[in-house]
């Protein structure tokens, strides 16, 4: 509600917050990631991951050399060429992005967004990126928040990845009921028609990287990337905050 964050944003004001780490929110003297934090990205920069859909599957030493798809991705092709993560949705990374999206965080923004395009690095095919497409919310949804966090990350990877951010290519344009507890299949039913390119002429031809906080089974940016493609979008790749966690057995 537009309100509470005006009242936090009041409260901050005469109890200005304690310098944060962004993550955690433990105590940070210069407000950068602490490094129990740094620690923990480390580890999962270092798992190994779909090279696909990015989700993080463990250490390395418990796995086969080669590069083996999730389970989600062998049982079918995604409509996006790759997507990469900083993290699995868990621990301090959950915490922040509840902070950014519930409490109306929005300055943290910036120390998220420049996480991502520290894993756009780590990935050479984000290197061909045109354009920015964030994940929109419905208008109502945004007028309730205040803000969309998708497009509030856009901005920063943007600026710092110099790459243009098409605010409105995509459009939500019919409420999605909440997507938690459904299966892949009901959540794709669910999408369907939700979502429109609005300017075709701002994705045609390009590379995009499609932009949102979370990446949980992915139908939301699958769905997206479809719509994009079907308006002649070059390549579709997808870098989002966090990202999901596969716990299958090989
Ligand atoms: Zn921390
Ligand atoms: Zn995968």
Known sequence: MWWKNLLQA????????????????????????????RELLAGYAAEKFCPVCGSFMGPKQHRPQS??????????????????????????????????????????????????????????????????????????????????????????????LQAPVVEGAVVKIRETPAQTGLHRRERLQNLLHAFAVAEPGAVVGKIIAIIDDVFTTG?????????????????????TLAGARKTEKW
């Open 67 to 160: 590069a083996m798809l999730c389970q989600d991705c062998l049982a079918g092709s995604r409509p996006f060429d790759l997507a990469r993560s900083v993290a699995p949705y868990e621990g301090p990374l959950r915490d922040a992005v509840h902070r950014l999206k519930y409490h109306g965080r929005t300055g943290l923004a910036r120390p998220l967004g420049l996480l991502m395009v520290e894993a756009a690095l780590r990935e050479p095919a984000f290197e061909r990126t045109q354009a920015l497409v964030p994940v929109p919310l419905s208008p109502r949804r945004e007028q309730q928040r205040g803000f969309n966090q998708a497009l509030l990350l856009a901005r920063e990877v943007g600026a710092l």
């Open 219 to 239: 139908s939301t940016v699958s769905i997206i990337s479809q719509i994009l493609r079907q308006s002649g979008a070059a390549g579709v790749m997808v870098l």
């Open 10 to 37: 009041a409260l901050e004001l005469v109890y200005p917050p304690r310098r944060q780490c962004p993550l955690c929110a433990g105590h940070s003297p210069d407000e950068s990631i602490c490094h129990a934090c």
